[in-house]
């Protein structure tokens, strides 16, 4: 389908409403603090208070990209904006235990299933020519995880004890998803007036079981292996990095969460430029590229603070000292940031290589596993520092996920290219031997 009229509005209203459910989605990554300081919950509990916003924003994906090829992507929006400033507000209003906490966080949750629904609606709105660009300014709303980490510390510490638009806004950290559920029903009804209506949907014929069918394929679950890696962990990252600069350097939340924003920007911002390189150089190339960088710097991540000690004639003697300062730990976050950025476009260049006709089940489920990557981590990393003791381990997670990935990888290619050329292999040995003088 061709561009049209009224496509720039729908890639904005609809890159701004992905942008605020992406912050709405991944908002505990900063209130989760002052929750566990008001409710007293242990780490493990708070990993799993994020864990379950994550794990709902993650499990509708598939039909709810399908849902918006069948009956439009503006009526799927509007309703999911409008669904997600309920939980959003009564957590902001209502009475609370832990028990409430996780029932709402995993409801408000349901915000980060919105990416499957905006990349059917803008595909049906630009042709392939500018599909790419626009997927992935579509895609850069992932910027929306910063938002609370910009925002938040600020207004928590400046509206604590305070009450606004004659209560429907409270203050502390209530202030936030008080403030979102607003924006959620403006944005909804911005949509609804200004966008315009839905294009004629060109899969509403095809039935579920034959766009489903692709699911079948090794392929998805590799690319959905790849997903986890470069946005799965973002979003886990996202949600935990505050904490964990929190916990290790003692950083007030307010810095650690502007740190985190340095990790979030390029992780999102790049996106497009991922896109771009895909379409110029190739994905698979270009996914080296992303696991190789991302392996260099989470080597130095997950390296433990200390010293090996070494017994000599002379006593014991200690060598090797290391550990990582707050600036160096956050340029080498950053430069996994910019890694995850172009990854991800990198790995959704290869959907409509592969899947050209399904690329909304096909996106779907890969944005879907991904995005479970990120309800499965925290929990991991609070598991693995509380057997291993070491908060690294953090990185020692996704550096061996990552490895594991690019091993995976290149072992596929190696083998499509032996299929390729079969003769191949022999003929170099044959060369060799010939230049060995055998």
Known sequence: MSQRSGSGRVLTLSTFAFTLMFAVWLMFGVLGIPIQKEFGISDSQLAWLSSVAILNGSIWRLLLGVLADRIGGKKVTVVMLLVTSIPAYLLAHIELTYTWLLVLAFFVGFAGNLFSV?????????DRSRQGFALGVFGAGNVGASATKFIGPVVIAGTVGGS????????GWRFVPALYAVLL???????????????ENLQASRPLRQMFAPLRFLQVWRFSFYYVIVFG????????????YVSVYGLELQKAALLTALFIFPASLLRPLGGYISDKMGARRLMYGTFLSMLLALLFLAAP?????LNTPDGPREVLPYSLGVVPFTAL???????MGIGKAAVFKHIPEYFPNDVGAVGGLVGTLGALGGFLLPPLFVYVRSWT???QSTFVVLFLLTLIATVWMHVVIVKMLHKASPTLKNQIDYDNSQMNGD
């Open 389 to 391: 003791g070491l908060p």
């Open 185 to 199: 029903v403006l944005t909804a009804a911005a949509i609804q007036f200004f966008t315009p209506a839905d294009a």
């Open 305 to 309: 603070f200390g010293y090996i000690v």
């Open 233 to 244: 962990a973002y979003v886990a990252l996202a949600s935990w990095m505050p904490k964990y």
């Open 333 to 339: 976050l950053f430069i996994v940031g910019c890694s």
């Open 164 to 171: 606004y638009l004659g209560g429907i806004i409270p203050g």
């Open 118 to 126: 905006g990349i059917a609606w803008n595909s049906h709105w630009f």
